[in-house]
């Protein structure tokens, strides 16, 4: 199952359609071209040092589940934590605005909705993460729990397949060609490049 798929199970897409106002498709279609950098940018962090752990620290520093749980609800989710992952994992705005035009020419939704929409899709995939190592690691000691995260984040991180299938079909894959210049698998390095970063 891919990330879009979970995020949909977990009601994260229904969410963020819902506060922005916009139905689930463009929703659907926006996560679609927005996951590949943003799964890259995780992939960048955890290859940075520690893995799955600091993917781990970082997400538990800024909510830990608590960053699904406040974009499924009721109330409007506050991106401020949503907005400082994205200072991590992207490193600064123009790189989050850099991947939110190309997304907006891949998949035809409105550039200002997808800059809207990446801290609310940062915050729900960064719960979701914590939230399956919870679920994966409840009767077990820390280290189990890492693990399960590890085995997720290897899942989600694990390249092409994290581009969404159903609905945004090949999207996402579309995207990753055309920004993943070097062929590495991760194009948020070729989108730094591409800024002079």
């Known amino acids: 199952m891919n990330v879009s798929d979970l995020l949909a199970q977990a009601g994260g897409l229904q969410s963020i359609a819902r506060e922005l106002g916009v139905n689930e498709q463009q929703v659907s279609s926006g996560a679609a071209a927005l996951l590949p950098a943003l799964m890259g940018g995780f ?16 997400l538990g520093s800024l909510g830990g589940s608590g960053l699904l749980d406040n974009v499924l609800s009721q109330h409007p989710t506050d991106v401020a934590q949503g907005n400082a992952l994205l200072g991590t994992l992207f490193g600064s705005k123009e790189v989050s605005r850099a991947v939110a035009q190309g997304a907006a020419q891949q ?4 550039p200002a909705l997808l800059k809207k929409m990446l801290p609310m899709l940062a915050m729900a995939v960064g719960g979701m993460m914590m939230r399956q190592q919870a679920g994966g690691g409840a009767s077990q000691p820390a280290g189990g ?47 730094m490049r591409m800024l002079g970063k």
């Open 145 to 191: 729990a890492l693990g399960a995260l590890g085995g997720l984040v290897g899942g989600l991180l694990g390249g092409r397949g994290a581009a969404p299938a159903a609905g945004g079909a090949g999207l996402g894959g579309m995207l990753m060609g055309m920004l993943d210049q070097d062929g590495d698998g991760n194009p948020l390095d070729d989108v």
């Open 43 to 58: 992939r960048k962090q955890a290859q940075a040092g520690g893995g799955a752990n600091a993917v781990a620290e970082l």
């Open 107 to 110: 998949s035809g939704v409105d």
